[in-house]
């Protein structure tokens, strides 16, 4: 499966952002998908995850409140709706597709999309 993130933008503090992972190929609903972050000079950070049919989310403490993950599998898209953003939501954001349950470690992710970049100014 090949995916292609989009969305990404320059916003000020306390704005929302939408993010998309369009998927290609014919397999996309058998995969657990996943959103990662990476700021400069910092590891990627595991951000958010959906199971195959959408029912599952798991959300990280550090984003949890402000953050959805959703999809939809007959547009092979998921999504990634961050709210309240803040100056450290600043980063390369990834859509990933695994098949090893809601993951949180990036090794368990075996496609990843380009990557698209937010930042936010205070």
């Known amino acids: 499966v090949q995916l292609q993130a989009s969305g990404g933008g320059s916003v000020q503090a306390g704005d929302s952002l939408r993010l998309s992972c369009a998927a290609s190929g014919r397999t996309f609903s058998t995969y657990h998908m996943a959103w990662f972050r990476q700021a400069p000079g910092k590891d990627r950070e595991f951000v958010a995850a959906i199971n195959q049919s959408g029912t599952g989310t798991r959300i990280p403490e550090s984003v949890k409140g402000r953050t959805t993950i959703s999809r939809g599998n007959a547009e092979k898209t998921v999504w990634l709706q961050m709210n309240s953003l803040k100056p450290e939501d600043t980063a390369v954001y990834y859509c990933?597709?695994?098949?090893?349950?809601?993951?949180?470690?990036?090794?368990?992710?075996?496609?990843w999309g380009q990557g698209t970049q937010v930042t936010v100014s205070s």
């Open positions: 990933a597709a695994g098949t090893s349950g809601l993951a949180t470690a990036e090794s368990f992710y075996t496609y």
